[in-house]
């Protein structure tokens, strides 16, 4: 808008003082400048393509397609038409290529290629006993009470377990005596370890064609679960080698676990991808039901409450309680200071889990009716942003575990939350982490250079 002032005289006459904003001088100057040049030809892209071929002649562009160089056919006027004749020896019929769903097909593979390989001596010993007796000729009881043991945290490193190729994504002890490991690595493999004598190599166990991102033995070890990023989750006996039974839904699962009640532990719980826990039945092989409340990708998942109720976490970080066969949560916790939870830990012997945060803590959750974060307890000092860190205890709940981005293994103590020690256990980040359930000080750690180090 502009407003008129007090004129004065030029030396073409007389002239009115004008005031004009700056956003009105240049919408008038650009008004002048585009009448006084001559219009210009508008750039034409290239055709979009067909969106249902990716390769040759004709394929999807879309936004991506390039300009048309101008050429003097496209300026002139007339058109010119162009025939080209072919001799009938030149043309060479193509023959059709079939339709593949190579780019997506995730249904992984079909079961069929599950091998297992013994690398001990001898598969039975002169009593005819296989690997899974527990050894009684040890300075240690693998059988008896452990409710006076008293933990501390390891030293120094013993032994180090070197097959695996890939990165260990996870190890799990065998239950109650702990003479056997069982290691999941990205290299599609899963091995089991000799943890007292000579500590060897056992068994192999191969059958899935991507990384085993998590396995769980059952209540008595003799079998045990396996999932993986080919889509499968495959029941193997543990003796034999043989695959039992295989599991689907066609999506990942991230997490398994077996029901440890008795009278349930035929059935198990899979945290999946796609935001749901679903529960199958290793007997019948099928599908028995499906818990669907988070938003995001389960993380974990943590039997409690005598195995009547189990807790999960996701990415869409909150936390679920819920009874056991029942698809409604009994509890939903989803505050804004909570990150992601990626790993836990029951404490054994206090109603409590401890799960490994995102934000570069360990946090502390009670696993009875209330299910509430107890504040006081929090476990600071290590870094694990950006991995899925294992945590674990110690089994007289004295001690708290974890791994660490930087290599390092961190050891806190329970009551006060002080860090009491911390391991330089490897040149990469330490994923994966156990405490033997029946030695003092006794740990493994796996890294993403596949290495699995022993320590006392």
């Known amino acids: 808008m502009s407003n008129s002032t007090n004129g004065g005289r030029v030396p073409t006459g007389w002239a009115d003082e004008i005031v004009i904003s700056d956003s009105t001088f240049r919408a008038a100057h650009n008004k002048l400048q585009s009448a006084a040049e001559p219009p210009t030809k508008k750039r034409k892209r290239e055709e979009a393509g067909d969106p249902s071929k990716i390769y040759g002649a004709g394929a999807y562009k879309g936004p991506w397609a390039k300009y048309k160089e101008d050429t003097p056919e496209e300026s002139s006027d007339e058109d010119e038409e162009v025939v080209v004749v072919y001799e009938e020896d030149e043309i060479e019929e193509q023959p059709a290529r079939p339709a593949t769903t190579a780019g997506t097909d995730y249904e992984g593979d079909n079961g ?12 039975y010993d002169y009593q005819g006993r296989t690997y899974m007796h527990v050894p009684q000729d040890l300075g240690i009881d693998l059988r008896g009470d452990i409710s006076s043991l008293q933990c501390y945290h390891p030293k120094r490193q013993i032994h180090t377990f070197k097959g695996h190729t890939g990165p260990i ?11 056997l490991l069982l290691s999941a690595s990205a290299d599609c493999k899963v091995k089991l370890w ?14 899935h064609s991507k990384s085993v991102n998590d396995i769980a033995f059952n209540n008595d070890g003799t079998r045990f679960l396996t999932a993986s990023y080919d889509r499968q989750m495959k029941l193997w006996d543990t003796e034999t080698g043989a695959c039992i039974s295989r599991f689907s839904t066609g999506k990942t699962a991230h997490v398994v676990r077996f029901n440890p009640d008795p009278a349930h532990n035929h059935e198990f719980l899979a945290g999946m991808a796609d935001k749901k826990i679903v529960q199958f039945d290793t007997k019948s092989g099928e599908q028995v039901q499906e818990y669907d409340h988070h938003l995001g990708p ?21 936390l679920r309680a819920w009874e056991y066969g029942i698809p409604v949560p009994i509890k939903f916790i989803a505050e804004p200071h909570m990150f992601s939870m990626v790993r ?30 107890n504040r006081k307890k929090g476990f600071k000092g290590h870094n694990n942003a950006g991995y899925a860190i294992d ?36 040149e990469t980040p330490v994923v994966a982490c156990q405490w033997h359930p029946r030695e003092t000080s006794k740990v493994v750690t ?11």
């Open 391 to 426: 945590v674990d205890i110690s089994p007289d709940g004295g001690i708290v575990m974890s791994g660490d981005s930087g290599g390092y293994v961190c050891f806190w103590d329970w009551k006060t939350c002080k860090m009491w020690h911390k391991i330089k256990a490897s």
């Open 344 to 373: 836990a830990a029951s404490h054994p012997k206090k109603p409590f889990v401890a799960f490994q945060s995102q934000d570069n803590q360990i946090v502390v959750y009670a696993s009875s009716e209330r299910f509430r974060q």
């Open 194 to 207: 000799d943890v007292y004598h000579e500590r060897s190599l056992l068994r192999t166990y191969s059958g």
């Open 112 to 123: 069929s290629k599950e091998t297992s390989e013994f690398h001990g001596e001898e598969m």
């Open 298 to 318: 389960v993380n974990t998942v943590t039997f409690c409450d005598e195995n009547r109720r189990f807790i999960t976490t996701s990415d869409d970080k909150s």
């Open 446 to 456: 796996g890294d993403l250079a596949g290495l699995i180090k022993y320590w006392d």
């Open 169 to 179: 994504n996870q190890m799990r002890f065998f239950p109650s005596s702990g003479h």
